[in-house]
């Protein structure tokens, strides 16, 4: 199994404060993804990186922000969250397009 | 933007039966690659298969094919001799070398009834 460590696993937050979750890998992938999963809406990529520094928006990227400084970390940044970011967020990693994408475990994020 | 779409939200299958999913992209790309993930109810995202546009023969991996009708941008999943196990989420996911993106469907319901 790819080296990919999300975290936290679950988070409860209040409306408006930030969130930082973060995503670790071992296996020194370049590409590093950030998606969000709702019912009838499958994954949805918020943000991609494809390099250190190198990131891009995806198709819903308002309210979040990334980082990454090092190749093996990649953070999502809630800035103020809202009841509508309440949702299980994936992160990636990727070596070439032509390989699959590895998934971490998911972190459930509620906010109230 | 790619767009890739899976209709049939949920699909049932007599446990040892045959089950096809379908998914079909838009791209103007030539070279691309094509996946199905399945996600169990554990959440994990397993990568099921894999086709290279550029390869005319659809690809297998044990009980999974793939129909790949690259004129027709088409990706169907055939799932043979279903399995209890094989109860899940089923996407499909497109990417080329023009962006770095890896853009999913959004997912088929597989029901396996024993």
């Known amino acids: 199994d790819a080296g990919i460590t999300q975290s936290p696993r679950h988070k409860v937050t209040e409306t408006g404060t930030p969130v930082t979750l973060r995503c670790h890998q071992t296996e020194n992938h370049r590409y590093m993804y950030w998606y969000r999963q709702d019912p009838g809406h499958g994954l949805r990529l918020i943000h991609y990186?494809?390099?250190?520094?190198?990131?891009d928006k995806g198709e819903v990227s308002d309210g979040y922000s990334v980082s990454r400084s090092k190749t093996e970390d990649f953070l999502l940044t809630l800035e103020s969250a809202t009841s509508s970011q309440t949702s299980v967020y994936f992160c990636a990693i990727s070596e070439s397009i032509g390989q699959g994408a590895f998934f971490g475990q998911g972190t459930r994020l509620t906010v109230v | 933007a790619q767009t890739v779409t899976q209709s049939q939200p949920e699909m049932s299958v007599q446990e040892a039966e045959t089950v096809t999913l379908s998914c079909t992209y838009d791209t103007s790309e030539s070279d691309y690659y094509l996946f199905w993930y399945k996600q169990p109810p554990s959440r994990q995202m397993i990568l099921v298969i894999r086709?290279?546009?550029?390869?005319?023969q659809n690809a297998t991996e044990n009980r999974f094919s793939v129909n790949f009708q690259k004129a027709a941008k088409s990706f169907s999943l055939k799932i043979s001799d279903s399995q209890l196990g094989d109860a899940a989420m089923y996407f499909c996911?497109?990417?080329?070398?023009?962006?770095?993106?890896?853009?999913f469907g959004k997912g088929n319901q597989v029901v396996v009834i024993p």
């Open positions: 990186s494809y390099g250190v520094k190198d990131t």
């Open positions: 996911a497109y990417r080329d070398y023009g962006n770095n993106r890896l853009a």
């Open positions: 086709q290279e546009a550029y390869k005319q």
